[in-house]
């Protein structure tokens, strides 16, 4: 069967690479997927992730061989690849790609007969870029923080410029870390990609610019103008970093057309666009279609995430991101994350109950709401909200008492509702009040999971057609991006997915549940504060 006009979405997350196709109807035609460390062992990667204590990486070539293979997998479908209209997509935010003075002849002579990773080994200053698990960079947030405000005001006053005080994670201090630390690496770089724009600069065969919702993860850019800060940059980088990370463009923005090496090698169209590609975060709101204040996301993947649109950017210092909108440069999302998301999980499930969620499901059942006043604190990798460095489990009796141990379904219990209620507890701070919350990303197809959030957050739960909203979301801004770029103008995104499936409400709250939770949340929010 041949189907027209279709739209094709990417997303490459922390553990593999993803492919949705849908029609104009936004139908899902084809979805397709490479796990990194299945399918791509040779990188030795963990959950996609090279992780040398805090500093942690992932093979820039690792995701060059994964474009090639996604490619061949749609290539053998029954779609066929030139009725592909534009191409878009979402990564893991933050992370960056290092390339040197090769890179741009490389991407424009690509020869067909040749894989991608054959041609593009050499065109890295640094084979492993820094991705979003690293927590290496404190001294280097603390001075960029100094820089723009000084010692009492400066995290303030970047908030209010980039949309975040300065964090370990976001770019701008990692490039610090590196133009620092290894500035002949840095002399050698022409470009600094972030790995969303590292994915379209392949499928172009050129640089392709940072979008302004993914750019806004960076402590490098002003949220409200889409440019650089010269001053932050100058403390990042020196003079040269403008140059390197070239000039931030609304995610609607065309990055080119496809180069001739798909067009060759796997039947794409010559003037099929590619659409600039934003984080997974902005790919997942976009997925969701979600443009009122009070449906709020919460995306559990590697990391848990939560957030929501918001037409006016009012960042604090305290806690949580201020993102440019992926759907309207005019607007913003805003987000929170925790670290510990589903790998924190499935270590639980693995130590407790035998690695089968069906076994944790039925443990969970034995134990009531609230675990007998039991708390627990999973912190398997330093966490971003709360900041907490030490790494390990911290498990409390019901009189607030450190204990060593619970029975498994207590440990089951406690490590999804101490989840949730910090979600709760920190994502009221960034002002987040949902009427409704739609759950996504991978987890988000555990019925007890998403019931649990509706008694912890006493709202109900829905989910959306597929819980892969970022490569959605990808899809749908390639065909946003597509219709923008035909009638010359901004066009509203809503116009575009009104014919988007919506989500439905999977688990109500228990009311009784719920009121448990709200009474342990005062001293939930103690005992995580000791932490800190
Ligand atoms: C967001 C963040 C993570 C990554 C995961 O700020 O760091 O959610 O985007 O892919």
């Given at each position: 069967m041949k189907y027209t006009k279709n739209y094709l979405g990417l997303d490459l997350s922390t553990q593999g690479l993803k492919a949705v196709v849908i029609d104009s109807d936004l139908q899902i035609i084809f979805e397709t997927s490479v796990n990194f460390d299945k399918e791509l062992s040779e990188f030795g990667t963990e959950g996609g992730a090279l992780i040398d204590g805090e500093t942690v990486t992932a093979p820039s070539l690792m995701f060059v061989k994964a474009l090639d293979m996604v490619m061949e997998k749609l290539s053998e479908?029954?779609?066929?690849?030139?009725?592909?209209k534009s191409v878009s997509g979402s990564a893991q935010q933050h992370g960056s790609v290092w390339l040197n003075e090769k890179a741009k002849d490389k991407l424009a002579t690509?020869?067909?007969?040749?894989?991608l990773a054959e041609q593009l080994e050499?065109?890295?200053?640094?084979n492993n870029g820094p991705i979003w698990?690293?927590?290496?960079?404190r001294d280097y947030c603390l001075a960029l923080e100094f820089v723009i405000g000084?010692?009492?005001d400066g995290a303030k006053k970047l908030a209010k410029i980039?949309?975040?005080?300065?964090?370990?994670?976001?770019t701008g201090s990692q490039i610090a870390k590196y133009f620092y630390t290894t500035p002949e690496v840095y002399a050698q770089t022409e470009r600094i990609s972030l790995i969303s724009s590292f994915m379209p600069s392949l499928l172009i065969g050129d640089f392709a610019e940072i979008d302004f919702s993914d750019g806004?993860?960076?402590?490098?850019?002003d949220i409200n103008s889409g440019q650089w800060n010269d001053k932050a940059l100058n403390y990042a980088g020196g003079e040269s970093l403008k140059q390197k990370l070239g000039t931030p463009k609304a995610s609607h923005e065309v990055a080119g057309n496809i180069s001739s090496y798909f067009v060759e090698k796997?039947?794409?169209?010559?003037?099929c666009k590619i659409i600039l590609f934003s984080g997974d975060n902005p790919n997942s709101l976009a997925g969701l279609a979600v443009t009122g204040p009070n449906d709020v996301i919460v995306s559990m993947g590697t990391s848990d995430t939560i957030f929501g649109s918001t037409p006016k950017a009012s960042p604090s210092e305290k806690s949580g991101h201020v993102f440019v909108s992926p759907m309207n440069p005019k607007e913003f999302m805003v987000m929170l994350v925790r670290q510990n998301g589903s790998l924190t999980r499935e270590k639980v499930r693995d130590q407790?109950?035998?690695?089968?969620w069906e076994t944790f499901t039925e443990m969970l059942n034995k134990t009531p709401a609230g675990n007998n006043g039991n708390v627990g604190i999973y912190i398997y990798t330093p966490e971003i909200t709360p900041p907490i460095k030490n790494t390990g489990v911290f498990r409390f009796d019901k009189f607030g008492n450190e204990v060593e141990s619970f029975s498994a379904e207590e440990e089951v219990r406690a490590v999804y509702e101490s989840q949730f209620m910090s979600l709760r507890l920190h994502s009221k701070k960034i002002g987040l009040n949902p009427d409704m919350i739609i759950a996504t990303g991978?987890?988000?197809?555990?019925k007890a999971l998403t019931q649990m959030i509706a008694d912890v957050f006493g709202k109900p739960v829905a989910v959306g057609e597929t819980p892969d909203s970022a490569a959605m979301g990808a899809a749908y801004r390639a065909l946003h991006g597509y219709v923008c770029d035909q009638a010359g103008k901004y066009i509203p995104y809503t116009d575009v997915t009104s014919k988007a499936v919506q989500p439905v409400v999977v688990s109500e709250p228990n009311k009784k549940n719920h009121s448990i939770y709200s009474k342990l949340l005062g001293k939930f929010k103690k005992l995580e504060k000791t932490l800190s």
């Amino acid at each position: 069967m041949k189907y027209t006009k279709n739209y094709l979405g990417l997303d490459l997350s922390t553990q593999g690479l993803k492919a949705v196709v849908i029609d104009s109807d936004l139908q899902i035609i084809f979805e397709t997927s490479v796990n990194f460390d299945k399918e791509l062992s040779e990188f030795g990667t963990e959950g996609g992730a090279l992780i040398d204590g805090e500093t942690v990486t992932a093979p820039s070539l690792m995701f060059v061989k994964a474009l090639d293979m996604v490619m061949e997998k749609l290539s053998e479908s029954a779609l066929n690849l030139s009725d592909i209209k534009s191409v878009s997509g979402s990564a893991q935010q933050h992370g960056s790609v290092w390339l040197n003075e090769k890179a741009k002849d490389k991407l424009a002579t690509l020869d067909p007969d040749k894989t991608l990773a054959e041609q593009l080994e050499s065109i890295f200053s640094m084979n492993n870029g820094p991705i979003w698990m690293d927590s290496s960079t404190r001294d280097y947030c603390l001075a960029l923080e100094f820089v723009i405000g000084g010692a009492k005001d400066g995290a303030k006053k970047l908030a209010k410029i980039t949309g975040s005080r300065a964090f370990e994670r976001f770019t701008g201090s990692q490039i610090a870390k590196y133009f620092y630390t290894t500035p002949e690496v840095y002399a050698q770089t022409e470009r600094i990609s972030l790995i969303s724009s590292f994915m379209p600069s392949l499928l172009i065969g050129d640089f392709a610019e940072i979008d302004f919702s993914d750019g806004s993860g960076m402590n490098l850019m002003d949220i409200n103008s889409g440019q650089w800060n010269d001053k932050a940059l100058n403390y990042a980088g020196g003079e040269s970093l403008k140059q390197k990370l070239g000039t931030p463009k609304a995610s609607h923005e065309v990055a080119g057309n496809i180069s001739s090496y798909f067009v060759e090698k796997y039947g794409f169209d010559k003037n099929c666009k590619i659409i600039l590609f934003s984080g997974d975060n902005p790919n997942s709101l976009a997925g969701l279609a979600v443009t009122g204040p009070n449906d709020v996301i919460v995306s559990m993947g590697t990391s848990d995430t939560i957030f929501g649109s918001t037409p006016k950017a009012s960042p604090s210092e305290k806690s949580g991101h201020v993102f440019v909108s992926p759907m309207n440069p005019k607007e913003f999302m805003v987000m929170l994350v925790r670290q510990n998301g589903s790998l924190t999980r499935e270590k639980v499930r693995d130590q407790w109950a035998d690695g089968s969620w069906e076994t944790f499901t039925e443990m969970l059942n034995k134990t009531p709401a609230g675990n007998n006043g039991n708390v627990g604190i999973y912190i398997y990798t330093p966490e971003i909200t709360p900041p907490i460095k030490n790494t390990g489990v911290f498990r409390f009796d019901k009189f607030g008492n450190e204990v060593e141990s619970f029975s498994a379904e207590e440990e089951v219990r406690a490590v999804y509702e101490s989840q949730f209620m910090s979600l709760r507890l920190h994502s009221k701070k960034i002002g987040l009040n949902p009427d409704m919350i739609i759950a996504t990303g991978g987890a988000s197809v555990d019925k007890a999971l998403t019931q649990m959030i509706a008694d912890v957050f006493g709202k109900p739960v829905a989910v959306g057609e597929t819980p892969d909203s970022a490569a959605m979301g990808a899809a749908y801004r390639a065909l946003h991006g597509y219709v923008c770029d035909q009638a010359g103008k901004y066009i509203p995104y809503t116009d575009v997915t009104s014919k988007a499936v919506q989500p439905v409400v999977v688990s109500e709250p228990n009311k009784k549940n719920h009121s448990i939770y709200s009474k342990l949340l005062g001293k939930f929010k103690k005992l995580e504060k000791t932490l800190s």
